[in-house]
């Protein structure tokens, strides 16, 4: 995968695939020891301990319609490239919870793309599954809960093409907002 926003729409589209129907996105971003951490959890099926330490081995997968999966295994492998770390922990009927650490200043770390877009799209495609998106850059934080705006917004659907993007607009501005903080931060 060639960006972060490609990494977190593939395990958000894992944790829909697996019954979620609420889905946590948190990246967390620190200058001061130049790490990144993207955590995608979900309470959707859930995995065995098994399956679970089997997860990020490419030649495993729980589909039927092929025979490799190979989502995980490249997040963890781009991770670990980069000198970070991998984590993955489930439980059946409970969920579960994916974890990476990058080490941002490392040759291979891919670029962060589209997060935005990358949002945007899986709120705005998967109506019925409440999204939790929280970005923290140095302490620095955007926070948007589906689950909050869909009762603010009455019923009104976010695919709607005025809310769809506001939507956008609102992550790619809060997004700006916080490098725009923290750069402002470092030169003062």
Same mark, same amino acid.
């Given at each position: 995968?060639?960006?972060i926003?490609?990494?977190?729409? /593939?395990?958000?589209?894992?944790?829909?695939?697996?019954?979620?129907?609420?889905?946590?996105?948190?990246?967390e971003?620190?200058?001061?020891?130049?790490?990144?951490?993207?955590?995608?959890?979900?309470?959707?099926?859930?995995?065995?301990? /098994?399956?679970?330490?089997?997860?990020s081995?490419?030649?495993f997968?729980?589909?039927?319609?092929?025979?490799v999966?190979m989502?995980?295994?490249?997040?963890?492998?781009?991770?670990?490239?980069?000198?970070?770390?991998?984590?993955?922990?489930?439980?059946?009927?409970?969920?579960?919870?994916?974890?990476?650490?990058?080490v941002k200043?490392?040759?291979?770390?891919?670029?962060?793309?589209?997060?935005?877009?990358?949002?945007h799209?899986?709120?705005?495609?998967?109506?019925?599954?409440?999204?939790?998106?929280?970005?923290?850059?140095?302490?620095?934080k955007?926070?948007?809960?589906?689950?909050?705006?869909?009762?603010?917004?009455?019923?009104?659907?976010?695919y709607?093409?005025?809310?769809?993007?506001?939507?956008?607009?609102?992550i790619?501005?809060n997004?700006?907002?916080?490098?725009a903080? /923290?750069?402002?931060?470092?030169?003062?």
């Amino acid at each position: 995968m060639k960006s972060i926003a490609y990494h977190i729409l /593939d395990i958000a589209q894992n944790a829909i695939q697996a019954e979620g129907t609420e889905v946590a996105i948190f990246i967390e971003e620190f200058d001061s020891n130049g790490t990144l951490w993207i955590i995608i959890t979900d309470n959707g099926k859930g995995m065995t301990k /098994d399956h679970a330490e089997h997860a990020s081995d490419p030649y495993f997968t729980s589909r039927n319609t092929r025979k490799v999966g190979m989502g995980l295994p490249l997040l963890r492998q781009n991770a670990e490239r980069t000198g970070g770390d991998f984590e993955i922990e489930s439980e059946v009927g409970k969920g579960t919870s994916v974890k990476a650490l990058f080490v941002k200043d490392n040759i291979d770390c891919p670029s962060k793309g589209d997060i935005a877009g990358t949002i945007h799209q899986l709120i705005t495609s998967n109506s019925a599954i409440d999204f939790n998106f929280c970005y923290n850059k140095n302490g620095n934080k955007f926070e948007l809960n589906t689950k909050e705006l869909k009762e603010v917004l009455d019923g009104t659907p976010l695919y709607q093409k005025e809310i769809s993007g506001y939507i956008r607009e609102m992550i790619e501005e809060n997004l700006k907002d916080i490098q725009a903080t /923290d750069d402002f931060s470092y030169k003062t």
